[in-house]
């Protein structure tokens, strides 16, 4: 069955430093990748997929299919990043978003 | 910005009860979604609908569930005999294309007493 995997839960970084959030999916076809962003008391909102291949906010996320990873990755973390990132899987022949269980990202002063 | 909304923002229940949440979709999109989340779980896929039909749903929407466009602004999912493991935060989303990204609504917190 199709599967996303957040392997962390909490991730806690200082400010400036790197931050790379874990994704892995299970999908033996052509996935479509998203990484969505929840700030504290706001809605879920896109930060990027990757048929987009654009950097939001710093943030990049390469699809490698070969590690059927889709890692969010940020070279310099900021305080205004903190927040809970959910990956999430679709594919052709299906409506639905595949979540994964999310990791909330601190940045710490 | 056109934003998706949702009523009413946390709704209480007795359990066997039914309940009705509510969702406005962003006005000219044709795809929406119903999404929930047990606390401390995943965002869970449970149905969507285009063309005034299902056209996609999971185990979990099962015949206590349904939904409606009963206008052209408004999109309700019912729960007919809420259970205790109805508990969970609802979220309602939209797009105008299928394939396309969805948007979400705030979400209706669902407490099953």
């Known amino acids: 069955a199709q599967r996303v995997t957040q392997p962390e839960k909490l991730l806690s970084v200082f400010k400036g430093a790197p931050v790379e959030l874990k994704c892995n999916y299970s999908y033996s076809g052509s996935p479509e990748l998203f990484w969505y962003v929840q700030y504290s008391r706001q809605r879920l909102q896109l930060l990027l997929r990757h048929i987009s291949r654009e950097s939001i906010k710093g943030f990049t996320a390469d699809l490698n299919k070969g590690e059927t990873s889709f890692h969010l990755k940020k070279p310099f973390a900021q305080e205004e990043d903190s927040a809970m990132y959910y990956c999430?899987?679709?594919?052709?022949?299906?409506?639905?978003?595949?979540f994964g269980t999310g990791t909330r990202l601190k940045v710490l002063a | 910005e056109p934003e998706v909304t949702q009523t009413p923002s946390h709704q209480v229940t007795q359990m066997g009860q039914e309940v009705i949440l509510r969702c406005v979709p962003i006005s000219n999109h044709l795809y929406f979604y119903w999404y929930r989340q047990i606390l401390g779980q995943k965002v869970e896929f449970l149905v969507s609908f285009y063309n005034n039909e299902i056209s996609e749903k999971s185990e979990i929407f099962d015949d206590q569930f349904s939904v409606e466009r009963p206008d052209g602004s408004n999109f309700t999912l019912k729960i007919r005999s809420t259970k205790l493991e109805d508990s969970a935060m609802y979220f309602c989303?939209?797009?105008?294309?299928?394939?396309?990204?969805?948007?979400f609504g705030p979400g209706t917190r669902l407490t099953v007493l």
């Open positions: 989303a939209s797009s105008s294309h299928h394939r396309d990204e969805q948007f």
């Open positions: 999430a899987l679709s594919y052709s022949g299906t409506y639905k978003y595949i």
